[in-house]
């Protein structure tokens, strides 16, 4: 599929990014992967881990659609994984959060469009489903961008659909990294914020597979969902530092107890296949209607029952103690 491609990705040192371009240069015989991101040490560190003929380094942010739009040209397929992402930072900084997550989508789609890029994937999160926060509520909009987008390019060859999925193992910033660090200073607890939490669970490697296959699923206008199991945060404490006790420190700015990937609200949109859900568009393109029952794999899929909700405290799986030390130990891998 990205044989003789060239593929970008924004946000291409993060580590969505570079787990993905380690997984097309092994798999694939990319003509081009771009890296498009603003931080030059980074793409500096980068470029010495990743230094095959065909990798390029633009120095660039999504805030500026000019950049982006030289970035593209000759472009197959964009990812698009840049993002401010951490809740607090956004509660304490909203325009800055707006500027890169709603304004810096929307110059991805045009640029995207302008230079008849074949296939856009945007990733998401389980936080722009009912958000609670403005991280959730910025990629909220971006999804509904990126799917409005696919009525903007007429008869143009772009399509454009979106990855939504929960908390990925060991990424910088994650829970699994700030326990680890606390563990080897020497902790006598650990902080949680609340014994009932819950979460999606997902590693990096699967993250960048869900995305990789669903480039050859989609229709565009979908939302691809993976079915993945939970983890109580409690019981993730417990696993990694065994014997050591917990202390509850409270719900942070804008978190939330649970998090949810199909709202109850879409459930008369949402489709079940074996191993993810798609939430079909709310809206008709000019394209006309895809058979979203149906992906471009020839794999089929069933309505969900009407009130459905995939929910990170009620899934129908969640990861026991061994379970969680072999998902972290996968991370690491």
């Known amino acids: 599929m990205f044989d003789d491609k060239s593929i970008l990705i924004t946000g291409g ?3 969505f990014g570079k787990k993905y371009t380690k997984t097309i240069l092994e798999r694939y015989k990319p003509r081009r992967v771009v890296i498009f991101s603003r931080d030059e040490l980074k793409q500096f560190e980068m470029s010495h881990e990743f230094n095959a003929s065909q990798m ?23 990812i698009h994984a840049a993002a401010l992402k951490q ?10 959060c707006i500027k890169t997550n709603i304004h810096g989508a929307e110059n991805v789609i045009k640029a995207a469009i302008e230079n008849k890029v074949s296939r856009v994937m945007a990733l998401s999160t389980d936080k722009a489903a009912n958000p609670i926060n403005l991280y959730g509520a910025t990629k909220l909009a971006s999804d509904k ?6 009525n903007m390019v007429g008869t143009g060859p772009t399509r454009f659909s979106v990855v939504r999925y929960g908390n990925v193992v060991g990424s910088r910033g994650s829970v699994v990294p700030f326990f680890r660090k606390l563990i080897d200073e020497g902790a006598r607890e650990i902080p949680v914020t609340d014994e009932r939490m819950t979460r999606f669970w997902i590693t990096l490697q699967e993250g960048v597979d869900f995305v990789l296959v669903n480039l050859e699923r989609m229709h565009g206008g979908e939302i691809f969902v993976p079915k993945i199991p939970s983890v109580r945060i409690a019981d993730l404490a417990e696993a990694m530092a065994p014997g050591v006790p917990i202390k509850i420190v409270g719900i942070r700015p804008g978190e939330k107890l649970h998090e949810v990937m199909c709202p109850a609200d879409d459930s008369h949109l949402t489709v079940e296949f074996d191993d993810h859900y798609v939430i079909r568009p709310t809206i008709k393109f000019y394209t006309g209607d895809a058979d979203y029952l149906k992906n471009r794999r020839g794999e089929r899929g069933e309505p969900v029952a009407q009130g459905f909700e995939y929910n990170s405290g009620t899934n129908r799986r969640f990861l026991t103690a061994d379970e969680i030390k072999a998902y972290n130990g996968r991370a690491d891998a």
């Open 13 to 15: 040192t993060g580590s």
């Open 56 to 78: 390029r380094y633009f120095i660039g942010d999504v805030r500026d659609s000019e950049r982006l739009r030289q970035a593209m040209q000759g472009i197959d397929t964009v």
């Open 87 to 96: 809740v607090p930072a956004a509660e304490y900084n909203p325009m800055e």
């Open 145 to 150: 961008l990126f799917v409005a987008a696919n």
